[in-house]
Each structure stands twice: as structure tokens, then as C-alpha cells.
């Protein structure tokens, strides 16, 4: 009763099908490809990297090396806030281990902060650079949450938040 359907399912070979068969089509304007790899869509999300690790804490180092990583830190701005990030207390933690490797604990003033990538990763370039240091990791965390009165009395002065 079904016997179309069968004949149908079976594939056909690709001589007999003109549709398998590349068509060349030299007067048909073809879709630009911008250089996108459209097939890294279908592939499954790459593995989350491992959390960057430094040694037990060094109290010597880390007292050695956290006046430079402040002023270092004290150089990098919100674009929309014109107070660098350490005054606007966006920095909560800094610590080195005995290799000099440095980690530093950072929030942003929100979740949905348009300069999300670009200040951790200022914050580990410059913190990087410092001598003395032989690497640098950056993590964002959300606890506590980042309020004004995180912000220095400088920085409240200064954007009139007193």
C-alpha cells in the first residue's frame, strides 16, 4: 500500500539526481562568507578554561608586590567614569605566591557593565608587566556586590557623590 514511500526513502544515486551534482552558476552573484566560519556554529561549546591557580599565598610577596600592583591598577579607567578602577573600590583582593605569580580579585559596578572584557583584561596586562612579577590572573566575582560606598572619598568627591 506504502510501496512509494519505500522507493522514495532509498537515496538516489548522484548521476541520476541533478540536485546532488554541483551546478556551476558563474552568473549568479553568490553571498559574501565575511570570513565567517559558519561550521564552528554547529560544533559543541569549547570547555570552560580552568580556573588560573597560584601557589599558597606568600605574605612576604604579596606585601612586596601590592603597593606596584596598586599604582599599576590605579592607571586603568572606566571609559564612562573618569576614576580609575581601584579608587572606584572595584578591587577587592590582591595576592602573590612565592613564584611572584599575582591574583587579583575584582568586581565590576554591574553584571551588564559594557566594559566587562576590556578591564580585567587591562588589569592583567598591566599587572603582568610590573617587575617582578612572573604572571598574572584576574577573576571577576560578584560577591559582595559593588555598591557607591565602596568608592574612596577621592572618588565620591570627585564624580560628587558625597
Not at 47 to 53: G, L
Request: aromatic share 6%; with cysteine; glycine share 4%.
Amino acid at each position: 500500500m506504502f510501496s512509494f514511500l519505500k522507493s522514495k526513502s532509498e537515496p538516489e544515486p548522484a548521476a541520476e539526481n541533478p540536485l546532488a551534482a554541483p551546478v556551476d552558476t558563474p552568473d549568479v552573484p553568490q553571498a559574501p562568507s565575511h570570513g565567517l566560519d559558519v561550521g564552528a556554529l554547529l560544533e559543541p561549546p569549547a570547555a570552560p578554561a580552568a580556573a588560573a591557580q597560584i601557589g599558597p599565598r606568600d605574605e612576604a610577596r604579596t606585601t612586596e608586590l601590592t603597593p606596584k600592583v596598586v599604582e599599576a591598577i590605579s592607571t586603568v579607567f572606566d571609559p564612562e567614569i573618569p576614576v580609575n578602577i581601584y579608587e572606584l573600590g572595584l578591587i577587592y583582593k590582591i595576592e602573590a605566591d612565592a613564584d611572584s605569580r599575582v591574583k587579583v580579585e575584582m568586581t565590576l559596578t554591574s553584571p551588564a557593565c559594557p566594559s566587562a572584557q576590556q578591564l580585567p583584561s587591562e588589569v592583567r596586562y598591566k599587572v603582568k608587566a610590573l617587575e617582578g612579577v612572573s604572571d598574572a590572573f584576574v577573576e571577576v566575582v560578584w560577591e559582595p556586590a559593588w555598591t557607591k560606598d565602596l568608592m574612596s572619598e577621592d572618588a565620591k568627591i570627585g564624580l560628587g557623590m558625597f
